[in-house]
């Protein structure tokens, strides 16, 4: 069975910190990984991933992935109050199509 | 342009009552998919739907069933309503059958009293 697994589930830091959440999957026939920024509401779409190791960068959000040690990391530098939110990673699998396995996410608080 | 529409936005029901959600994806999009999410199970896979057919089921019991229309807007529905079925639902959209982003709905939040 498709498994996603963040870490870690609830991080704190300060304001303009850097932080680093994990996400590693073990999925049949791999397509694609995504990321998503959910606050109190839909997640909204940050990334997707299809290729090893090449990063992809919006603003102070980065996240590459490794296909061949099946994880991706996602990069916020510089950090601000507005990037509290639980972070989502999901795969797309062998089924495909619009079945994304979503990971538990990780809950991210920046404290001014 | 409109992004994913969902219809009610919040919702309280009765156990043993059944409920019909409702999904308008992005215009041009023909590909739209359900999720339940809850604290404890985070975000599930329901169904998903292109051109009026079901691809893809995920693992929840008979009482929650879906449909497509032409114009691809979407239906869910859960019947006989359990406590547990108190949650976020969430649908998306995509353009095609696969290789493009995923958007989703604000979603409905459902309470089963």
């Known amino acids: 069975e498709d498994k996603v697994v963040q870490s870690p589930l609830s991080l704190v830091v300060h304001e303009g910190d850097t932080v680093t959440l994990n996400c590693s999957y073990e999925v049949t026939n791999f397509r694609s990984l995504l990321w998503y920024k959910q606050e109190k509401k839909a997640p909204t779409f940050l990334f997707m991933l299809?290729?090893?190791?090449i990063e992809k960068k919006s603003g102070r959000l980065s996240s590459i992935l490794d296909k061949k040690e099946l994880f991706s990391i996602l990069n916020i530098t510089a950090t601000q109050t507005g990037d509290s939110a639980v972070y989502l990673c999901a795969v797309v699998g062998a089924q495909g199509a619009q079945k994304l396995v979503f990971g538990q996410g990780t809950r991210l608080t920046i404290n001014p | 342009k409109a992004g994913v529409t969902q219809t009610p936005r919040y919702l309280i029901k009765t156990r043993g009552q059944q409920v019909t959600l409702s999904c308008s994806p992005i215009?041009?999009?023909?590909?739209v998919s359900w999720y339940q999410q809850t604290p404890g199970q985070g975000l599930q896979f329901l169904f998903e739907y292109f051109s009026e057919t079901q691809r893809n089921k995920g693992n929840f019991p008979g009482r929650f069933s879906g449909r497509q229309f032409s114009n691809s807007r979407s239906e869910m529905n859960v019947s006989t309503l359990e406590l547990g079925d108190s949650a976020l639902y969430l649908c998306?959209?995509?353009?095609?059958?696969?290789?493009?982003?995923?958007?989703f709905g604000e979603g409905s939040w459902l309470t089963v009293v």
């Open positions: 998306a959209s995509r353009q095609g059958q696969s290789g493009n982003t995923i958007y």
């Open positions: 299809t290729s090893s190791g």
């Open positions: 215009s041009g999009h023909r590909s």
